[in-house]
């Protein structure tokens, strides 16, 4: 009995340290080498932005969240990007592209909005086909969060901070 308790006591210490591990090890994730085609045909690529922190989001028109998330999205790109803070909006594939141009247009979104007409940036992403699904980036390139969902803008503003005052 006190080697099957010994035995599971292991086992657990295991699973909680891979757990550990997993969990500390996700905030070094390399974003994925990406083109975002942008509204004008323009390209930016992940390797672009480096050097910059950066929120990337995948949204659609036909997302009422990620309709209503929109005005703090472009408030904190508003607040941020002087200090060096990158926004790449991109509309899922489904989303037409007429409908995209529109809603830019008419909100005048001040950031970077991409069309994924392939699906293939949201493949390259993790799969992404819930939105919103927003993605913050370090200026190593690398993914320290992603939000499903609308994110808690206060402690994405503090974790914006956080990042943008690292070297």
């Known amino acids: 009995m006190a080697l099957n308790k010994w035995i599971a006591g292991v086992a657990l210490a295991a699973v909680v340290g891979m757990g550990g591990f997993i969990y500390l090890n996700a905030g070094t994730s390399p974003a994925p080498a990406s083109t975002f085609v942008l509204l004008d045909g323009s390209q930016k690529t992940t390797a672009d932005l480096r050097g910059k922190v950066t929120l990337v989001n995948f949204w659609a028109t036909s997302c009422t969240t990620c309709v209503a998330e929109m005005p703090e ?6 607040k941020y990007q002087p200090k060096g803070f990158e926004t790449v909006a991109v509309a899922m594939s489904y989303d037409p592209p007429s409908y995209v141009v529109n809603f830019a247009q008419s909100r005048q979104l001040p950031f970077k909005v991409a069309i994924d007409n392939t699906g ?12 919103p699904s927003t993605f913050i980036v370090n200026k190593r390139g690398e ?18 901070e956080k990042l943008l005052a690292e070297a």
């Open 120 to 131: 293939m940036v949201a493949k390259q992403w993790g799969d992404v086909q819930l939105t």
């Open 73 to 78: 999205i472009v408030a904190t790109y508003n």
């Open 143 to 160: 993914i320290v969060k992603r939000y499903v969902g609308a994110p808690d803008f206060a402690e994405l503003h503090q974790l914006i």
